[in-house]
């Protein structure tokens, strides 16, 4: 589960070519098609060649385009699986895989001729494969349909980026360890209503995001499994009358297990819609993110500097540094929810076994994944290099009475009950900020005029070290509770290396 370097420096765009979509001209000017019915590899019972426009509509081929490895990978072990079960001969299914590498060379030095009239990826490469071989070409689809092979190659294909976007989150949680590392000591106030609450460390706040993105990474390695399952063997929807061994395909392709019904097999889509609710929550955590980051870069708050390459300026005002990277990743997070819901209303209602609507499924799938691994490329890069100013986070801590409930469980600790604390330290915030200080800058005598139970060492639990550091228990925000967690997630992180 590594995401090569060339991966992580240049996002797979969507490779969706513009030589291949719909023409305007025919869609204003329906006209028919010049191929006769006979040249579609499906025309023998057709009397009349398909319009124009309805082959341009009806084409997949300008973005399934984008699966072109991974379909030719399933013909490779299909073929070898028929010539393992006697259905096609050793030597038919060298000459078909000899054939296959070729068109494999082919598209990848850019050379392959894509037709938008042979409708999807399947279709062109099987016919340039004919092309290529003669007539045993057209042996490869025995015992396949389309409908299982455009299900085992999403299933390939999305294995493969939940792989990457894995990799991907290990580096930003990595990248994450790091921060907290140097920030165990670092206090910031806390909020809660976005108003100052408990003092807190800044390395907690920061593994706070950790925690959120390690529960992401579960749910995606979860879902994998479900990804990683064959379809192919389902046929069209009933299965094939061909004596195959699925598990052959199966072992072949790296799948951990088969869709044990055939119907079911060429129809759901759930594990792609499983893939994007991972993806939703996980956008939904990345906004979180970058909300926090916009507010702390504001003049207001002033409390991290994230560098340069991450900001853009304004045309007009001359001092201004905008976090675009966070607060475009806080939009994308939109997109991805959308495309959550164009996947389950795709496949809302519809009867077994496949239908032509799932063609529908590819381009959102594909945005969803690139949207996500453009914002964990960005993410990765920019979340370790923010840099905390210290002074204006401790200078935030200190306005807003953040050790009150310190100074409450002192009182309880000396015998007070917690309700009746709370009146108290309530008359000793009301007091300091009459006077405009805070409570660790009240003396002795002012704050004894509250309570008897307060005593000369009050004041130990009133700085923010002292706040922090008696929050010492799993999870709390000591900074030696939260060295801690640092080791752990280090340790919890390499289950996904
Ligand atoms: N391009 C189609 C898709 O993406 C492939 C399967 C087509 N099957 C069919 N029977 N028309 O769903």
């Not at 995401?3 to 028919?32: I, R, Y």
């Not at 000459?95 to 590498?101: A, N, P």
């Not at 076994?353 to 063609?359: F, G, L, P, R, S």
Request: glycine fraction near 6%.
């Amino acid at each position: 589960m590594n995401a090569n370097s060339s991966n992580l420096s240049h996002p797979k765009q969507n490779e969706n070519s513009s030589d291949f979509s719909t023409d305007v001209s025919n869609l204003n000017h329906p006209e028919k098609n010049s191929s006769s019915p006979s040249q579609q590899m499906w025309g023998g019972r057709f009397s009349e060649a398909t319009d124009s426009f309805v082959a341009a509509f009806t084409a997949s081929v300008g973005f399934d385009q984008r699966f072109a490895r991974h379909d030719i990978e399933g013909s490779i072990a299909h073929a070898t699986m028929l010539g393992e079960c006697d259905i096609l001969t050793k030597s038919e299914v060298a000459t078909i895989i000899d054939g296959l590498e070729q068109v494999l060379a082919e598209i990848e030095l850019g050379e392959f001729n894509w037709s938008i009239e042979l409708e999807d990826v399947h279709m062109n490469v099987e016919s340039r494969l004919t092309d290529i071989i003669g007539a045993v070409g057209k042996k490869l689809h025995t015992g396949r349909s389309r409908n299982d092979q455009v299900a085992t190659d999403i299933r390939l294909w999305l294995r493969e980026e939940t792989d990457n976007i894995i990799a991907l989150l290990v580096r930003l949680q990595t990248g994450l360890l790091n921060l907290a590392e140097q920030h165990t000591d670092t206090i910031m106030p806390g909020f809660t209503h976005l108003q100052t609450a408990q003092p807190v460390s800044f390395g907690h706040h920061v593994m706070a995001w950790f925690e959120m993105l390690y529960r992401d990474t579960e749910r995606l390695v979860d879902a994998r499994r479900r990804i990683n399952q064959l379809p192919l063997g389902s046929a069209a929807l009933a299965g094939t009358t061909f004596p195959i061994d699925r598990t052959i395909t199966a072992e072949l392709l790296g799948f951990e297990g088969i869709c044990q019904n055939s119907l079911d097999a060429v129809s759901d889509r759930d594990f792609a819609i499983e893939f994007t609710s991972a993806a939703s929550i996980l956008m939904m955590h990345l906004s979180r993110m970058s909300e926090e980051i916009i507010l702390w870069m504001s003049a207001q708050f002033d409390f991290v500097q994230i560098p340069d390459r991450f900001c853009t300026g304004s045309s007009i005002m001359p001092q201004k540094k905008n976090p675009d990277v966070p607060e475009l990743v806080r939009g994308k997070a939109a997109r991805v929810f959308g495309q959550l819901m164009t996947l389950l209303s795709l496949m809302k209602s519809q009867p077994l076994a496949y239908n032509k609507d799932n063609q529908e499924d590819k381009e959102p799938l594909f945005d969803c994944v690139d949207t996500l691994t453009g914002s964990l490329l960005a993410f990765g890069d920019m979340l370790p290099n923010i840099t905390p100013n210290k002074e204006n986070m401790r200078a935030a801590t200190m306005k807003g009475y953040a050790t009150a409930t310190d100074l409450a469980d002192y009182l309880v600790r000396n015998g007070v009950a917690f309700r009746d604390a709370h009146e108290v330290v309530g008359n000793a915030v009301a007091l300091g900020i009459k006077e405009g200080v805070d409570l660790s800058d009240l003396s002795l005598a002012q704050l004894q005029q509250f309570s008897a139970a307060i005593g000369t060492d009050v004041f130990e639990y009133l700085t923010l070290e002292g706040s922090l550091a008696a929050r010492d228990h799993l999870g709390g925000t000591a900074p030696n509770q939260v060295k801690q967690a640092i080791a752990r997630g280090r340790t919890r992180l390499e289950v996904f290396a």
